[in-house]
Nanobody, 123 residues
């Protein structure tokens, strides 16, 4: 089992910034951020493989940056130019994988999840 602990959520005004962190109890090849707004399905925000390949949802490209501190097993999500539509519970996810392989894009294929951290963007 891999335990994931998120931090860094909060309330900001439109145009503001936040940095989310997720610390894992063990190494996994794939790590990702998902989010879920009330009444909506969980959606992928950004996915990171340990060989530094990343994918982003179209809605966050150019505004969000995913990164990882390998030795610390910590994943980050730098969120700039936040908008009200970014309001959601943000979840860290992790999954084992093979070096050189692609990480899953679907939440159903991630086996480990954090408890989530709330991000609220409002004026």
């Amino acid at each position: 089992q891999v335990q994931l602990v998120e931090s860094g959520g909060g309330s900001v005004q439109p145009g503001g910034t936040l940095r989310l962190s997720c610390t894992a109890s063990a190494y996994t090849y794939c790590m990702a951020w998902f989010r879920q707004a009330p009444g909506k399905e969980r959606e992928g925000v950004a996915i990171h493989s340990n060989d530094d390949r990343t994918t982003y949802a179209d809605s966050v490209k150019g505004r969000f940056t995913i990164s990882r501190d390998g030795p610390k097993n910590t994943l980050y999500l730098q969120m700039n130019s936040l908008q009200p539509e970014d309001t959601a519970m943000y979840y860290c996810a992790a999954q084992y994988g093979v070096i050189g392989s692609s990480c899953p894009q679907s939440s159903r294929r991630f086996g480990f999840w954090g408890q989530g951290t709330q991000v609220t963007v409002s004026s």
